[in-house]
């Protein structure tokens, strides 16, 4: 049986790292009463507190708010959560295992441990994590025995960080994997505050579908960046212009410009393990074949690093040992304090391991940059970074980086070569205050 008063399932949401505080928020947002649990009783008490744990534009104010009209709590009480709930979001990680292309399910499974002997009777589980197309199924069979009378639905999430609380506040669209009308059913009534405004389209599907879409949705992505790395690689070796290039083919619509920007590749906590476990799935599953172009898509995409070390070598005269390099930038992308997988913070390690003494500066990813690389020196402004450098390396395209004086850091600077690696800077005024502007993909005075 169902608790929810005024016909309005209750909901909680179980993980609350950048996906799951976020849901919780913008559940409760939309009028639902909302209990969020996670095994960081920090991030609970944080959350609790009013204070996201990380950055996302816009989210701490309608947690507050939300906090505020006690629509929104949060717990460290699995059994609370159980009791509380009609309908339960699954947000916990799945990272890549350790040493593997695979997914690490424990998170997952571990959750449902935790929760399955307290649910109750007729509530919904709902996974929204990113998982192996088969997860669903094998989860579903583990509450038929654990929590009878217990469903699941599979629920992928779109979300991209940056844009956190709009993206989930009005989706492109919703994906249901269900195996039952009433599932569909709640799945409708929990999002039908986003549909009825906009008129969301809702696709429902069979649960390997659904857990299919997103991983496919990601491949695609990764699979647009690395066809314009690649092209990027060709102009190099004919002197071609890769911006120009991309110009060019984004105007064609059948094409479209989005997630075809040239520059140092993709990274964060999604589309680089997405496309390793979908392939390591592929493998399992004995398709592996129609998937070894995202082991290509990988390949492309790291090559991009190693390319924007080799022109810091050659800005400094050939070899990096002891020389100082200020790199701008640490998150994997602007608007973000997300450091995982981030290619910023790879050049920077790789800077590190060449031998140069490398200072990195971030507006906002300074802390989780510490404790992701704590050997290598951090500055709390781009000035600071770049005094003494012999060579300065833009890898994150903070809009702040485009204001930037470059003849006040040409004054601070110890040699004059910007590499502009996410090709964001205004060329001709770097090039106007006394810097020689280098860029990847792109012929030496473009
Ligand atoms: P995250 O690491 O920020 O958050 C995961 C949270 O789960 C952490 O707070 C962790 O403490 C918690 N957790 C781990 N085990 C738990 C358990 N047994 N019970 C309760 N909580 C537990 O990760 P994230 O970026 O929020 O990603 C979560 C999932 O969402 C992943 O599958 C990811 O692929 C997917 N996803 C993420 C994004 C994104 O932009 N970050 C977008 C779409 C989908």
Redesign the pocket.
């Known amino acids: 049986g169902t608790n929810a008063t005024a016909g309005r399932p209750r909901l909680t949401v179980?993980?609350?790292?950048?996906?799951?505080?976020t849901h919780a928020v913008c559940m409760a947002q939309l009028g639902f009463d909302v209990l969020a649990?996670?095994?960081?009783t920090t991030?609970i008490e944080r959350l609790a507190a009013g204070e996201v744990p990380?950055f996302e534009p816009g989210l701490d104010e309608l947690l507050q708010a939300n906090l505020a009209a006690g629509r929104l709590r949060f717990t460290s009480s699995?059994e609370e959560v159980a009791r509380f709930g009609d309908v339960h979001f699954l947000?916990?990680?799945?990272?890549q295992l350790p040493g593997r292309q695979n997914?690490d399910l424990s998170?997952?499974h571990?959750?449902v441990t935790?929760l399955a002997p307290h649910l109750r009777r007729g509530s919904l589980v709902v996974g929204?994590?990113?998982?192996p197309v088969g997860t669903a199924a094998a989860l579903a069979d583990r509450l038929a025995v654990e929590a009878p009378g217990v469903e699941l639905a599979w629920n992928?999430?779109?979300?991209?960080?940056g844009f956190?609380v709009e993206d989930t506040l009005r989706p492109d669209r919703l994906v249901f994997g269900v195996a039952s009308t009433p599932a569909e059913t709640i799945l409708r009534s929990v999002y039908a505050p986003i549909t009825n405004q906009y008129e969301t389209p809702v696709i429902v599907a069979d649960f390997a579908t659904a857990e299919l879409v997103?991983v496919a949705a990601n491949s695609f992505l990764a699979t647009k960046i690395s066809y314009i790395n690649a092209m990027a690689e060709v102009c190099e070796a004919v002197d071609a212009d890769v911006t120009t290039l991309a110009q060019a083919l984004s105007l064609d619509e059948r094409i479209g410009g989005k997630f075809l920007r040239p520059g140092v590749g993709f990274g964060?906590?999604?589309l680089p393990?997405?496309i390793r476990a979908f392939r390591a799935r592929a493998d399992e599953l004995g398709v592996g074949h129609s998937l070894t172009f995202l082991s290509e898509v990988d390949e492309i995409n790291l090559r991009r690093r190693d390319r924007i070390v080799q022109l810091a070598r050659t800005a400094v005269g050939g070899s990096l040992a002891g020389q100082p390099v200020a790199v701008l930038g640490a998150s994997f992308k602007p608007n973000s304090d997300?450091v995982?997988d981030s290619p910023a913070l790879a050049v920077a390690a790789l800077l590190d391991g060449a031998g140069a003494t490398v200072t990195v500066y971030d507006p906002m990813a300074l802390d989780n940059a510490r404790r992701a690389r704590p050997e290598l020196t951090y500055a709390t402004s781009a000035a600071e970074a770049v005094s003494g450098a012999k060579a300065t390396v833009l890898l994150t395209e903070w809009a702040e980086f485009g204001e930037l004086d470059p003849a006040e850091l040409a004054t601070l600077a110890a040699a004059h070569t910007i590499i502009d690696a996410r090709h964001t800077l205004d060329s001709a005024r770097w090039r106007a205050a006394g810097w020689t502007y280098v860029s990847p993909g792109r012929p030496a005075m473009t």
């Not at 179980?14 to 505080?21: E, K, P, R, V």
């Not at 947000?91 to 990272?95: E, K």
């Not at 992928?156 to 960080?161: A, G, M, T, V, Y």
């Open positions: 179980i993980g609350t790292g950048y996906l799951g505080a649990v996670d095994v960081d991030k990380f699995f947000c916990v990680g799945t990272p997914a998170y997952l571990a959750a935790a929204k994590s990113t998982v992928p999430e779109f979300l991209r960080e956190a997103k964060g906590g999604c393990k997405d997300d995982r």
